[in-house]
């Protein structure tokens, strides 16, 4: 089952070319769109969901669903799944793709968007050569989802029944095709506004309560306790491990905290997040955050007595998951990166995947990736090797007997 890899870098050159990232994804959704129409996709087999109402953040469309009817020998086979995002990092704006030798690179000082129209192309792909070599598979059913890159959104707030009941699924994301990505971290995400008192810094500094000054003991006591960055606590095989990392910093809607240099600073939001693979741990380390700042509010006080005050706020971003290798998906895939050369490579992720509320819905979900490195940054690129091998080991997988 050869796959036209001329035919799929030429689909990924044009999906880099649109740009869409994370909350403006309308354009791509109707570039792949066009591209699943001229694949053979039925126009009626092709539909966007409304997550993007219930997504609490501006969100141009919804998630974009195809459902590809079984054919063949495993016509009635169980229904299974393959998903990517379709959005990317707002890095990517303004990206301009450019193959040399093997490799897809960028003209412009941008991150390339690899991450993830190579999984779009993948996607695209499978259903061409199944169309094209009228393979047997089984129903199957291709979601691109949205605001991935932004909180996992477009995963988060799909309905199960929009999915047709799959017993597993397969998501394409970053790195090689070989991974086996079975479990992934989960995360909070948390927010607190800092609440002091303006005064002159010159006149009556004494009279003021910064909030300069209380995220800043606030801080201290996190980074003197362990809880920033890589976070360990316990030794041997009972430590419970994570990390942290605290983001913006400002007055709020983006503006600088403080007024000027001569007024106490009376307001700071700060924003954070707390990642494990222990489900309870990573709540721990934001509760950390959390008695940390309301301990400094307490701290800083001015002449007649008064102290700062605290707004804490977290919500859970994803929930972490880990699947057991004996698990028929977990199997499926292992067998299908072997069947196409390739050497299995077990393995958790550090960060959040659209799997992560696959898991969660209750889809036993494995992520492969497709051959983005770099991502993120401005020296991102795409091996055309490991991408030509996640599309052959989409088809693989679609087609494979139980």
Known sequence: MPVDTKAATDRLMRFLAVEGVTGQEAAIGRELTAALKESGVPEKAIRLDDANTRIPVPTETGNLIVDLPGRGALH?????????????????AGARPKKSGRKIVNEARTALGGDNRCGCGVL???????????????????LFCVREESGLYGARHVKLAELGSPVMAFNYDGGPASNVTIGA?????????????????????????????????????????????????????????????????????????????????????????????????????????????????????????????????????????????????VKRAIEAVSAVGGTPNVRAANGGLDANWMVRHGIPTVTFGAGQNEAHTIDEWINLDEYDRACALAVQLATMRN
């Open 124 to 142: 695209v792909t499978l259903a061409a050569e199944l169309e094209k070599q009228k393979l047997d598979h089984p129903p199957i059913t291709l």
């Open 185 to 329: 971290v989960g995360a909070d995400r948390w927010s607190v506004e800092i609440f002091g008192r303006a005064s002159h810094a010159g006149v009556a500094p004494e009279r003021g309560i910064s909030s300069t000054m209380i995220m800043a003991l606030a801080l201290a006591d996190v980074k003197a306790g362990g809880w920033f960055g890589k976070v360990v606590k316990g030794k041997g095989a009972s430590a419970r491990m994570g990390t942290s990392n605290v983001g913006p910093v400002t007055g709020g809607d983006g503006r600088p905290a403080g007024d000027a240099t001569n007024v106490v600073t009376d307001y700071v939001h700060v924003r954070g997040e707390s990642r494990s693979h222990d489900g309870k741990f990573f709540k721990e380390i934001t509760k950390a955050y959390k008695t940390a700042f309301e301990k400094a509010a307490k701290k800083v006080t001015n002449t007649q007595g008064k102290s700062g005050k605290v707004k804490f706020k977290a919500e859970t971003d994803y929930y972490p998951f880990r699947m057991k290798e004996n698990l028929p998906v």
């Open 76 to 92: 009635n086979q169980p229904r299974i799944m393959f998903m990517t995002h379709m959005d990317t990092v707002p890095l990517c």
